[in-house]
């Protein structure tokens, strides 16, 4: 892509009478632009594998999905920097971009059909097991479990609240 924009850019230049002259930090930042979307890229389908296997959330996907949006959001903007914006390549990039978005946002929606189908399949074994006296028991060690939870989140909540005064205070001494 890099070549390709900048062969574009050293025409028009020739067209214009001026003289052309090479930016290497202007290709090294595109090609640096186009390889974080490589490994943002490969990030998503690494997360996407992992949330299908049960091994991460969705929060995961949603995360890698961002990164892959702001990299390919930081190439264009590289890209533009000094290319004519109606060139061929640059409207070529742009519909790239355009089916990177399209694509993420297929990719997380079947990641989230295939989470809500795990989901309800468990839904189903608890409704199952659920009946009698071990249905009993499992439900008090998760109402001990959300309530550990929730004192573990209240201790977070003031420990950080102590830690924000605490940078007030010294900031305003």
Not at 61 to 75: E, F, K, P, Q, Y
Not at 81 to 91: I, L, M, T, V
Request: proline share 2%; hydrophobic share 40%.
């Amino acid at each position: 892509m890099a070549s390709i924009c900048q062969s574009e850019r050293k025409e028009s230049e020739k067209k214009l009478g001026s003289k052309y002259q090479n930016d290497p930090t202007w290709a090294n930042g595109l090609i640096s632009a186009a390889q974080q979307v490589a490994q943002a890229v490969q990030q998503l389908v690494k997360a996407a594998n992992a949330v299908i296997r049960g091994e991460a959330g969705e929060e995961a996907l949603i995360a890698c999905a961002s990164a892959v949006a702001a990299a390919t959001a930081h190439l264009v903007a590289a890209s533009r920097a000094k290319s004519d914006p109606d060139s061929p390549s640059q409207r070529k990039l742009a519909e790239a971009a355009r089916e990177v978005a399209k694509a993420t946002s297929e990719l997380l929606a079947a990641a989230k059909a295939v989470t809500e189908f795990a989901e309800l399949n468990e839904e189903e074994e608890e409704d199952l097991n659920s009946i009698g006296v071990g249905g009993v028991k499992k439900s008090l060690e998760q109402q001990s479990k959300i309530l550990s939870l929730e004192k573990e989140i209240e201790l977070e909540r003031r420990s950080m609240l102590g830690k924000r005064k605490a940078k007030y205070t010294r900031t305003n001494n």
